[in-house]
T-cell receptor
């Protein structure tokens, strides 16, 4: 699975959009981009995933660059409850190695009042 | 749905004792994963099962660790004998995998293990 690079930490004002970047310059054509987050003392929580098109769900939007070497997770209106560590993961779906999620250090997002 | 259920939520034991962690996956899910999280190493996959069969146990640290999944609704992770360096939060996750779809993993609340 391709390696990802994320900033260690970010701050965001409550009510503003939080934009979390991720670099995955060695991503392969069949690898998806996944985002999970982990709120303090809880298990990781799935947010969103995509291959090459932009994706949106009730939690967030995922913007993937045309060359797929980087992506941005957008929380449109951050709240204090969005304070968490956000993990960007790239992996192949449906392969014999399909189960593995390799978590890096992630980005610690602090939403401030 | 109750989500992934793990027990116990907290465990304190002495070095050398046997520790058994338990997990009940979400009903209908066919894949189960055990992870360990420490400050030093972050979140690591230990082992995962698909249809109750272990698929990849390359993350299991050593022979002191063993995992079983006797049926689709129950799994255990056993450490015998336990050591202080095993202190960590252990997460269980499950997913439903059919071909290329449905690979979102749902995590339990974790078991916080302290080995003295």
């Amino acid at each position: 699975d391709a390696k990802t690079t994320q900033p260690t930490s970010m701050d965001c004002a409550e009510g503003r959009a939080a934009n979390l970047p991720c670099n995955h310059s060695t991503i392969s054509g069949n690898e998806y981009v996944y985002w999970y987050r982990q709120i303090h003392s809880q298990g990781p929580q799935y947010i969103i995933h995509g291959l090459k098109n932009n994706e949106t769900n009730e939690m967030a939007s995922l913007i993937i660059t045309e060359d797929r070497k980087s992506s941005t997770l957008i929380l449109p209106h951050a709240t204090l409850r969005d304070t968490a560590v956000y993990y960007c993961i790239v992996r192949v779906r449906g392969s014999s190695n399909t189960g593995k999620l390799i978590f890096g250090q992630g980005t610690t997002l602090q939403v401030k009042p | 749905d109750a989500g992934v259920i793990q027990s116990p939520r907290h465990e304190v034991t002495e070095m050398g004792q046997e520790v058994t962690l338990r997990c009940k996956p979400i009903s209908g899910h066919n894949s189960l994963f055990w992870y360990r999280q420490t400050m030093m190493r972050g979140l690591e996959l230990l082992i995962y099962f698909n249809n109750n069969v272990p698929i990849d146990d390359s993350g299991m640290p050593e022979d002191r660790f063993s995992a079983k999944m006797p049926n689709a609704s129950f799994s255990t992770l056993k450490i015998q004998p336990s050591e202080p360096r095993d202190s960590a939060v252990y997460f269980c996750a499950s997913s439903f995998q059919v071909g290329l779809a449905g690979e979102t993993q749902y995590f339990g609340p974790g078991t916080r293990l302290l080995v003295l």
